[in-house]
């Protein structure tokens, strides 16, 4: 068995990064550090609220660090838009509950940047929420470039449509101008986009069944999915896109997707803002094509 990875997950939870956090927590593949939190589904109090809940729930004893409440530069997006997708709790309809542990005093950027030094070159930032807090660190923290190893962040949509407007995905659109300074960094980047994770899909009846074979950690789970699915449903879809847990996966198995190496920039303002454009600006890997059933028989089966 090769070393797990060393990973941070940078997230909005929101039913997807539940999914993903719990998944992260029962990979052997995976060492988790710590997870940070941002505004996004939800706002970053009930984030980081959500993210300890989490922690209680798959036993994870790791620190928790609070980050941005809001973007970079544009305004931030109505609540009551992403509280329609993801409950105005961050989990569908399940009511809020009192997490056992506090946050850790550091907040999400020098979180990152300290755990960067002390594990230098060896720590795989897994960014699944608006980038806001790894732009911070880049600004805040002149050797956090190279200290990194590398960023995989669910956002962006190459060839296909965004999710929020026809141009631009959920997490890219909340903070365009975070991406931008990202992609500039230098980092070795992989964009996990909805090119591939509208690819990866989760039904009720997975969902379901995962809650019947693991009632501990995945009964969590089925109430919140059941809401999620529904607007995919609605859409006529089979199921709810497996965004986030499609980018964590991808840390720790990227042979299951398609990557290429192209120049990507994010247009920063007009109606086409937030769109992740391909052709021009800094070389990024982009995932272009995943073993979708392959993915969902590993997210599906980790849980012993
Ligand atoms: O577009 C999907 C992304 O936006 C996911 O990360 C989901 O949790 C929301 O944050
Ligand atoms: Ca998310």
């Not at 009551?80 to 997490?99: K, L, N, S």
């Not at 002390?118 to 929420?129: H, K, P």
């Not at 879809?237 to 997707?257: K, N, T, Y």
């Not at 890997?285 to 073993?291: E, N, P, R």
């Amino acid at each position: 068995m090769p070393k797990p990875t060393k990973m941070i997950i940078d997230t909005d939870p929101g039913v997807d990064d539940a999914m993903a956090i719990l998944y992260a927590a029962h990979d052997p593949a995976i060492e988790l550090l710590g997870l940070t939190t941002v505004f996004g589904n939800v706002p970053v109090q009930k984030a980081t609220r959500n993210a300890l809940r989490l922690c209680d729930l798959a036993g994870l004893d790791i620190p928790v660090a609070e980050g941005a409440a809001r973007p970079s530069v544009v305004a931030p997006l109505d609540p009551a838009e992403a509280a329609r997708i993801h409950g105005a709790e961050g989990f569908g309809p399940v009511p809020p509950q009192t997490p056992q542990r506090t946050p850790t005093p550091e907040d999400a950027a020098d979180f990152m940047a300290s755990m960067a030094r002390r594990y230098r070159g060896e720590v795989t930032l897994c960014a699944i929420g608006p980038i806001t807090n790894v732009a911070e660190a880049l600004r805040r923290h002149p050797d956090f470039a190279a200290n990194i190893a590398k960023i995989v962040f669910m956002g962006g949509a190459a060839q296909v449509p965004g999710n929020v407007t026809p141009y631009a995905e959920a997490n890219t659109y909340q903070d365009p101008h975070a991406l931008a300074e990202v992609l500039a960094s230098g980092i070795p980047t992989l964009m996990v986009g909805l090119d591939v994770t509208m690819q990866t899909t989760g039904s009720r009846a997975d969902f379901a069944a995962l809650a019947k074979r693991h009632p501990d950690h995945c009964g969590f789970l089925q109430r919140p999915s059941d809401e999620y699915i529904g607007i995919y449903e609605e859409r006529g879809l089979p199921g709810c896109g497996l965004h986030d847990p499609a980018a964590v996966i991808a840390c720790v198995a990227p042979d299951l997707f398609n990557t290429s190496k192209i120049p990507l920039s994010v247009v920063l303002k007009g109606p086409e803002i937030g769109r992740t454009l391909p052709g021009v600006g800094a070389t990024t890997a982009v995932c272009a094509g995943v073993d979708a059933q392959q993915l969902e028989e590993r997210f599906f089966s980790m849980f012993g």
